[in-house]
């Protein structure tokens, strides 16, 4: 079973700010990599796939970066609607997520 | 526009038995695969469950033996039978749709979830 630890638990910021969220996988799983966006009472949403690739209508300033083990979700400046919870899940075998990185405001 | 809209869940005994249904609309249903994700009262998400297109079917440990899980193309729905509930088996369930190529990797629409509780 491939685990999935993401880092750092909480993030502390300010809107405007770059926000920096790590995900690592204990054996690679290639570029098989999402991460997800859930706000309070709702559920989940896709934002980032295959490690790099932006979903639908997600904004660019959101990135995903890496392939093997270390994965990272860069938002390049918070707006006010990026505090949520940030979840990555790799699809190596079957489905696995993080348990996620809490992004509040400062 | 896809919708995936749960129903059935509520209160449990433990030990207890019910039924969660996911009744999608919006896309060829056929040819995705829908899949059971959880999520306990103030944790994080956990996958559960997936029905793939070709009737295959797989689940996490924590609930292999006690859950199954079911589809009716003709209905475009997929249910999942929990029994041996236990309290930690409380929890959201969403049901949610893995992108349709060939490998489901991600879930790119989810419903808006269902409680289900376990108490006695």
């Known amino acids: 079973e491939i685990m999935l630890t993401q880092s750092p638990g909480t993030l502390s910021l300010s809107p405007g700010e770059r926000a920096t969220l790590s995900c690592r996988a204990s054996?690679?799983?290639?570029?098989?990599l999402a991460w997800y966006q859930q706000k309070p009472g709702q559920a989940p949403r896709l934002l980032i796939y295959?490690?790099?690739k932006r979903a639908t209508g997600i904004p660019a300033r959101f990135s995903g970066s890496g392939s093997g083990t270390d994965f990272t979700l860069t938002i390049s400046s918070l707006e006010p609607e990026d505090f949520a919870v940030y979840y990555c899940?790799?699809?190596?075998?079957?489905?696995?997520f993080g348990q996620g990185t809490k992004v509040e405001i400062k | 526009e896809v919708l995936l809209l749960e129903s059935g869940g509520g209160l449990a005994q433990p030990g207890g038995s019910l039924k969660l249904s996911c009744r999608a609309s919006?896309?060829?249903?056929?040819?995705?695969?829908i899949a059971w994700v959880r999520q306990a009262p103030g944790e994080g998400l956990e996958w559960v469950s997936t029905?793939?297109?070709?009737?295959?079917?797989y689940f996490a440990d924590s609930v292999k033996g006690r859950f199954t899980i079911s589809r009716d193309n003709s209905k475009n729905t997929v249910s999942l039978q929990v029994s041996g509930l236990r309290a930690e088996d409380t929890a959201v369930y969403y049901c949610?749709?893995?992108?349709?190529?060939?490998?489901?990797?991600?879930?790119?629409?989810w419903g808006q979830g269902i409680l289900l509780t376990v108490s006695s």
């Open positions: 949610a749709r893995l992108e349709p190529t060939g490998l489901s990797k991600y879930f790119d629409y």
């Open positions: 919006g896309f060829t249903f056929s040819s995705s695969a």
């Open positions: 029905s793939g297109t070709f009737g295959d079917t």
């Open positions: 054996q690679s799983v290639s570029t098989y």
């Open positions: 295959d490690a790099s």
């Open positions: 899940q790799h699809r190596k075998n079957l489905w696995a």
